[in-house]
């Protein structure tokens, strides 16, 4: 496991210590942000490499979405990229110890630390304490653990996700994903646009939306 691109791109990454966390893997992370550069540029969103250091060039993902949350965050891999591509910030939240001891050692390996907040807290109270406001939504979740579109719902509801927000979620391919994650009454909510399978892992990107 490794940062593909960016500032950090090549350094190792470590995995946590423990049979419940399940890292993102290098092929699936490539297949996360090749489809958030992809809409990025849908978006009229193009990199900034007019910075004076290449290392502080931005990708388009970055510039888009700068403000990163990372919810069942276990090694950090997805944020870790994201900050190595020129996020401005991530919060990365992980409710095992062991966790995020490897999560500090890869914000520290891949020189990220000083653009990286790690809160120990579940995922779920995350959704209901921080405050944000986030652009990208990353998660990779035990599969067949949490209600994710509950978590999702929630976010939009507190006003924690900026307007133009996307969430990129990792799944099995298996999984019945909605279309569309709003509460009753809601002004705003998540609309799946992509979904792309691998194997048996599928990614699946959404947007904001008015769900009218």
Known sequence: MRVIAGSARGRPLRAPATADTRPTGDKIKGVIFSILEAEAYRRGFEPDEGASDEDEARFAVAVAWP????????????????????????????????ARKAIAANLARSGLEGRATVRAMTSQKAASTLTGPYDLILLDPPYGEGDVPALLSR????DVVSPSGVTAWEHRRSAEVPDVIVESGSSAGWQRVKTNAHGTVAVSLYVMADPG
């Open 67 to 98: 403000r990163v949350l990372e919810l069942y965050a276990g090694s950090g891999s997805l944020a870790i990229e994201a900050l190595s591509r020129g996020a401005a910030h991530a919060d990365l939240v992980e409710s095992s110890a062991e």
């Open 155 to 158: 976010l939009v509801n507190r």
